[in-house]
């Protein structure tokens, strides 16, 4: 199947660059086509903990566990969770063992293993998708830059904005309820030193009236977050927060969380600073679309979620282990029944995902949210200490 055909993977994440990863081990001519500038651009984001059955069971195939283990952060798993004036309510540390059934890893790191493992120029940089159009029994591909490329197939991992998506499918995605408001704090140990000492290299999830702050420590000094809010869809404009301003984003802060406790204010007192805000949209559980037979979707293009249940990385990652064994065994006769199997799968687990990833969302926004989390954790597992660390001076 894959003989003399040319693949094109748009959008370098974690989801496409697995792919290309997984691919290329078969023999594949792929090119991943990226709109980010280059790869020195700095990876944003909290830190992931990839999981044995998906993200570590992609990066075992693509051969890729010794690097996985040389970058890996020990110990980032452990959660802290706190109410709105930072007194510790219960901590959570992986059992013995446990750990390497969830270790953690930075963005950056985990997106330099996979970039490194490729051929190269595989990585096409600067390329941001614009359109495409068929071309004989090919696409073509056009990018903002003004250049484009060919390709027999195309799969689409331009994440949860996906621009590709919409010759695949028109459903349009549900608004959750709950919007974020992700940043990053540099050098912690300067400008939130209170905040770095409480997250002890962990994580925190604050809950309190119906409002969750999630922070997570990252193997280069800096901390980054994200606010939840429930609000309504049109927020964003309806706010009128101008989130290149820090100040502007500090003044939002200090009212909509005007009851918690100053220590968190600590978030907004560096000089680099570095705000996204994000409506939470998930896709219908019982979306379903008809395959075609030269271009596909996986990861948050295919199916985004509220990222309360920590799956997204891992279902990308997984997708593309899925798709990479589809594509190129030669038990199906053709391209098109190997995606329209690939979809048929990928489809049924998204939707368990996100049924879970609503079911969290709606849980740590709940007025008694910082209770029912605590009790979860009761039920499924031991944690190692709980309500005996000191309170946190106001
Ligand atoms: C605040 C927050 C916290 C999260 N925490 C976790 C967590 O703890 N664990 C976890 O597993 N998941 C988490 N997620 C979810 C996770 O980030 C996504 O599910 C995951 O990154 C999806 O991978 P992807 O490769 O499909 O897409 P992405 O990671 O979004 O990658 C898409 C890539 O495509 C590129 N791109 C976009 N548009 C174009 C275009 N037009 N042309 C070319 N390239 C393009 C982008 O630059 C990017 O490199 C979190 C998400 C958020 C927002």
């Not at 740590?364 to 309500?387: A, N, T, Y």
Request: with cysteine; charged share 25%; net charge negative.
């Amino acid at each position: 199947m894959k003989k003399n055909k040319t693949f094109a993977i748009i959008g370098g994440g974690p989801g496409g660059l697995t792919l290309a990863r997984l691919l290329q081990l078969k023999g594949v001519d792929v090119k991943v086509y990226e709109r980010d500038f280059n790869q020195e651009v700095r990876v944003q984001g909290a830190t992931l903990d990839l999981h044995q059955e998906s993200g570590l069971k992609a990066l075992c195939a693509a051969g890729l566990m010794d690097e996985f283990y040389a970058n890996f952060r020990p110990g980032a798993g452990k959660l802290r969770v706190v109410d709105k004036d930072a007194i510790i309510k219960m901590d959570w540390d992986e059992e013995e063992g446990q750990e390497e059934n969830r270790p953690e890893i930075d963005r950056g790191p985990l997106r330099n293993i996979l970039l490194n493992s490729l051929a190269p120029g595989t990585v096409v940089w600067d390329s941001q998708y614009l359109s495409m159009v068929p071309y004989g029994n090919q696409w073509k591909i056009s990018f903002k830059n003004g250049s484009s490329a060919t390709a027999d197939i195309v799969i689409a991992v331009d994440g949860a904005n996906s621009r590709v998506r919409p010759l695949i499918t028109a459903i349009t995605p549900v608004y959750s309820g709950v919007t974020i408001v992700e940043g990053n704090v540099y050098h912690a140990d300067k400008n939130a030193a209170r905040l770095q000492k409480l997250l002890g290299g962990g994580k925190i999830f604050a809950l309190g009236e119906g409002k969750s702050l999630i922070l997570s420590a990252k193997g280069d000094g800096s901390i980054s977050f994200y606010t939840g809010c429930k609000v309504e869809e049109s927020w964003l404009q309806d706010s009128g927060v101008d989130f290149s301003d820090k100040s502007a984003v500090f003044d939002w802060f200090k009212t909509e969380f005007g009851s918690w406790n100053e220590i968190w204010q600590e978030l907004f007192q560096g000089d680099e600073f570095f705000f996204v805000p994000r409506p939470q949209y998930h896709f219908p559980t019982d979306q379903q679309w008809t395959s075609l037979p030269n271009l596909t979707m996986i990861g948050d293009a295919a199916h985004r979620m509220p990222p309360y249940t920590g799956e997204g990385v891992n279902i990308a990652m997984l997708d593309a282990l899925e798709l990479s064994e589809c594509l190129t065994n030669e038990t199906f006769p053709t391209i098109a029944e190997a995606i329209a199997y690939f979809e048929k799968q990928m489809l049924s687990r998204a939707s368990a995902s996100t049924q879970s990833a609503l079911a969290s969302t709606e849980m740590l926004h709940s007025d008694d949210g910082l209770e029912r989390l605590i009790q979860l954790f009761d039920d499924f597992s031991e944690p190692v200490k709980k309500d005996f660390a000191e309170p946190l001076k106001k």
